[in-house]
């Protein structure tokens, strides 16, 4: 009997130790998965004949896997589906860091970089699940409200699922650290928090007045979760 | 005597040519200018000895280069100073796109994606003026009032240098696109705008109550530009 067991930690791997500020790396399971799920927004890294490519997708987790799907035609989910090396990458700004010197001036953030390689799910209830886990990642709630996949649209959408296991995270928090000989500078210096905040919903022009905007909509905010 | 043209649309190219949804490209010069001097956090792509990774990092545009920096000893960039290939990605996340199907849920943005390769400034004035354009791209308003880099802290930085020339833009916009068979179901549908706000700045240990915080800090706003 296989006995599957979740580390609480990843394993640091040569390609995701840190060599440089290592007091910013993360191998924690919880650092890594609070950002992702937060976020919803990854950047893939793959090559094809020696070009890389970087390309935005949204993104879920569930458990140790990350799902990214998209048409069956596209290009990069087509050499994804080959079994090659890939990158996806995470990254949230949390705020300016603004120091008395240009020197130290910094971000800060939080990200996360996943190596490995991704394969496509073929069950077609496999496939179902994840695009569910999808919306709740995004937009939570809004599954059991519309109209869900039909046979052909599971047919034309390709579900990528790479396993979380060469993962490693990277923060920054906190105030600037100037030089000592600069503290006196009349700088004002410190942090300046960013946010992603929703604006006012934008019914579209089927839906008529008398329909509710719903509270998940109203309410919907990354940083609750 | 070299006359150089800046055309007013970059030429696409194999890599950069949209297979599918080709209404969402975009080779127009103002239409990637106007994304890069929004956003500040680009991805870069590389790959070493066949394996990908995707790292975060702030970007300035000056004219027709994109500039990326840090320090010296960063694997990234001494990687990337090998004159290796490279992607740079930059992504603007606008909102949500929620529509009464599942399959038609999308997200509005826009991005561009460069490829080349970059190569880093040697000339320390050039550097120096690098780094100037990074803080008012980023920071607009800053630069006069700190303490500008000194001859070490030049040396302990590489700025590399990429030229705009294979770029592409691709923008999402507008109300979800449901099938017609859908447009009764009732189901709130429209869009869901997101936007990156700054917060209330927060001082460090080392600036004084009295240190005003600076306009430029109190009226930040990446979507004014």
Not at 27 to 47: K, P, S, Y
Not at 122 to 137: C, I, N, P, Q, V
Not at 187 to 201: C, D, K, R, T, Y
Request: proline share 8%; glycine share 6%; hydrophobic share 40%.
């Amino acid at each position: 009997m296989l006995v599957y067991t979740t580390m609480k930690n990843f394993q640091p791997s040569p390609h995701t130790t840190l060599k440089r500020l290592p007091e910013r790396g993360s191998f924690d399971r919880d650092t890594v998965n609070a950002i992702l799920d937060e976020a919803f927004i990854c950047h893939v890294g793959f090559a094809v004949d020696g070009q890389p490519f970087v390309i935005p997708t949204s993104y879920a987790r569930v458990g140790d896997q990350l799902f990214i799907h998209g048409s069956a035609a596209s290009r990069m989910l087509r050499s994804l589906s080959k079994g090659i090396p890939v990158c996806v990458t995470v990254t949230l700004v949390d705020g300016l860091v603004l120091a008395r010197s240009a020197f130290h001036h910094s971000i800060n953030y939080r990200s996360v970089v996943i190596l490995g390689m991704a394969k496509p799910l073929t069950d077609e209830r496999e496939k179902m699940a994840a695009l569910h886990a999808f919306m709740e990642h995004i937009v939570p709630g809004r599954w059991g409200e519309v109209r869900q996949p039909d046979e052909q649209e599971l047919k034309k959408t390709t579900v990528l699922s790479l396993p979380l296991t060469e993962v490693s995270a990277k923060v920054r928090t906190g105030p600037p650290k100037d030089d000592e000989a600069d503290h006196a500078l009349p700088v004002w210096s410190g942090e300046l928090p960013l946010h992603v905040l929703a604006g006012m919903p934008l019914a579209d022009a089927h839906t008529p007045a008398s329909q509710q905007v719903p509270e998940y909509i109203l309410r919907y905010d990354r940083r609750k979760k």
